[in-house]
Nanobody, 117 residues
Framework: VQLQASGGGLVQAGGSLRLSCKAPRFITSVFWAAEMGWYRQAPGKQRELVALMSPSGTTVYADSVKGRFTISKDNARKTISLQMNSLKPDDTAVYYC?????????WGQGTQVTVSS
């Protein structure tokens, strides 16, 4: 497994969670050069982009999470994180980390986030 995601769980609306995704098999230089992101898929819906970070540090967020979620990347630890604040029931989904390196795309195994109202 190239990407290992963790940190999901059950939280009440308004609460926070932090997701992490490790890439232990990536060579550090490869991790630096990768575009890393988080996607989510709710039941009955298509997988959608939540946030991504380019190798230069540029970030992109879905409109629905702007101002509430923050993506970060630790190159030394080969880890990306997603800090999720002010969670809403609509954020309930399986969250997947993703990396893009040239033509190579990898997905983590997914971690469930459930937000109760």
């Amino acid at each position: 497994v190239q990407l290992q995601a963790s940190g999901g769980g059950l939280v009440q609306a308004g609460g926070s969670l932090r997701l992490s995704c490790k890439a232990p098999r990536f060579i550090t230089s490869v991790f630096w050069a990768a575009e890393m992101g988080w996607y989510r898929q709710a039941p009955g819906k298509q997988r959608e982009l939540v946030a991504l970070m380019s190798p230069s540090g540029t970030t992109v967020y879905a409109d629905s999470v702007k101002g509430r979620f923050t993506i970060s990347k630790d190159n030394a630890r080969k880890t990306i994180s997603l800090q999720m604040n002010s969670l809403k029931p609509d954020d309930t989904a399986v969250y997947y980390c993703n990396s893009k390196r040239g033509q190579t795309v990898d997905w983590g195994q997914g971690t469930q986030v459930t937000v109760s109202s």
